[in-house]
């Protein structure tokens, strides 16, 4: 099994590479939709006490000496 990636244009699925398989093989194709946006996912993720444990004093293990800062 194999996943690829391929863009619907007028009633045709078409992959966006190379197949590797015969002509005319019939294929199952599962269709993965982007339900939720990602930033709506995290104002989901802000609004929930799920996370609240990480703002506990013992969660923050990292500090400025741990390493180099990034930009």
Do not use: C, W
């Not at 996912?41 to 180099?68: N, R, V, W």
């Amino acid at each position: 099994m194999s996943t690829i990636q391929a863009i619907y244009e007028n009633g045709v699925l078409k992959p966006l590479q190379k197949l590797d398989i015969p002509e005319r093989q019939t294929v199952e194709i599962i269709i993965l939709a982007n339900d939720l946006p990602s930033s709506l996912i995290a104002e989901i993720a802000e609004q929930s006490s799920s996370y609240t444990f990480l703002s506990h004093p013992g969660e923050d293990i990292y500090t400025s000496e741990d390493g180099e800062g990034v930009d």
